[in-house]
């Protein structure tokens, strides 16, 4: 299958995407092959198995964001936050979508699918900007960092979304016959982030980091991504014959992203280490004492229990040169005890 610029005929022919009902011609693009359909209490659910993987989608979005929030001193923290927030919106939406549970008919579905390519372009923005956030060009964390990725996000999602809407109304001068600008901001912007994303984190964990293992979750990030894309688009059709239609490319280009966006996860999270000073954590913090003198079973030695002052006989008192029991015991020179009354 070849790709052509511009156009989302031959892409919407092998994969289901969101779009392509109302992009092509007023009757949008029908894949060639899709998965079954289930019927569950008079409700037709399209794509049950891709509908499976945007649940575990969201369970293991909310363990990320919580394991996240809970490194209250690592770099980037906040920043990270927004690209899984965004992605747990997009995978709740998609629920919806591709389900059909919001019909491709209802008048409603053009609107939410120009809300979903605004946020799929937000979070490919954020996971751009958030590759930066180390190189510290804004120190994190802080309103300018902050409000610096709220406002590009915002810019994107509303370019995206204006194009979308448009392109599927007829507005403006665009047209779902020839929706370039919608194939930019929805093939092509993605790609180019995740390019310059990977990029600058290879040269961030060359440049600034001794460990290299980081270098694998990028790694594993990468091949993720780009096997969704080539399974969606290459794939999808064979793979739907090969399994008579129970599932289809868009299963494993979803599963493949969810494992693209753990690897994102697993690296940043690689790559920062919190300061225990100011970190409040669950767990109790492991104190190695590094002290002999605080040490406890340490062998001293007999010449730091024994006293300088010795004699022939027991261990002298360090007053007066003799013990209490020398002082005291029977024999010559000896007061004897218990010491006997004196009268004056």
Request: one cysteine or more.
């Amino acid at each position: 299958m070849g790709v052509q610029f511009g156009s989302f005929d031959e892409i919407c022919q092998t994969a289901a995407l969101v779009i392509c009902p109302l992009v092509g011609s007023t009757q949008g693009i029908e894949p060639s092959c899709y998965s079954r359909n289930v019927e569950i209490s008079g409700t037709l659910i399209f794509q049950p198995s891709t509908i499976f993987v945007h649940v575990v989608a969201l369970f293991m979005t909310g363990i990320m964001i919580f394991h996240i929030r809970s490194k209250y001193t690592a770099v980037g923290r906040k920043e990270i936050l927004m690209f899984f927030y965004l992605y747990a919106i997009i995978e709740l939406l998609a629920f919806f979508l591709d389900s059909g549970i919001i019909p491709t008919a209802n008048v409603s579905y053009p609107w939410f699918a120009a809300v979903y390519t605004g946020l799929i372009t937000a979070a490919y923005t954020c996971l751009l900007i958030n590759g930066f956030v180390g190189f510290q060009f804004a120190e994190d964390g802080t309103p300018l960092s902050l409000w610096l990725l709220r406002i590009a996000m915002l810019v994107t999602f509303g370019v995206s979304l204006f194009v979308s809407i448009a392109t599927f109304k007829r507005i403006a001068g665009f047209d779902y016959a020839k929706p370039i600008g919608l194939w930019i901001i929805y093939i092509l912007w993605p790609l180019v982030c995740t390019v310059i994303y990977v990029v600058s984190q290879l040269v961030l964990v060359f440049r600034t980091l001794e460990d290299r293992w980081p270098i694998g979750d990028i790694v594993f990030g990468a091949a993720f991504f780009t096997v969704a894309q080539v399974i969606l688009f290459a794939f999808s059709v064979t793979i739907c014959d090969a399994i008579k239609h129970y599932i289809d490319g868009l299963f494993f280009f979803t599963l493949c992203m969810l494992l693209s966006v753990m690897m994102v996860y697993k690296y940043w999270d690689s790559i920062t280490r919190e300061d225990l000073e100011f970190s409040v954590g669950s767990k109790a913090t492991v104190w190695e004492v590094k002290d002999p003198l605080l040490a406890g079973g340490m062998d001293y030695g007999d010449e730091d229990s024994a006293s300088n002052y010795t004699h022939a006989g027991p261990p002298a008192s360090l007053v007066g040169g003799v013990s209490g029991k020398q002082l005291y015991q029977n024999g010559a020179g000896g007061r004897g005890y218990p010491p006997a009354m004196e009268r004056y």
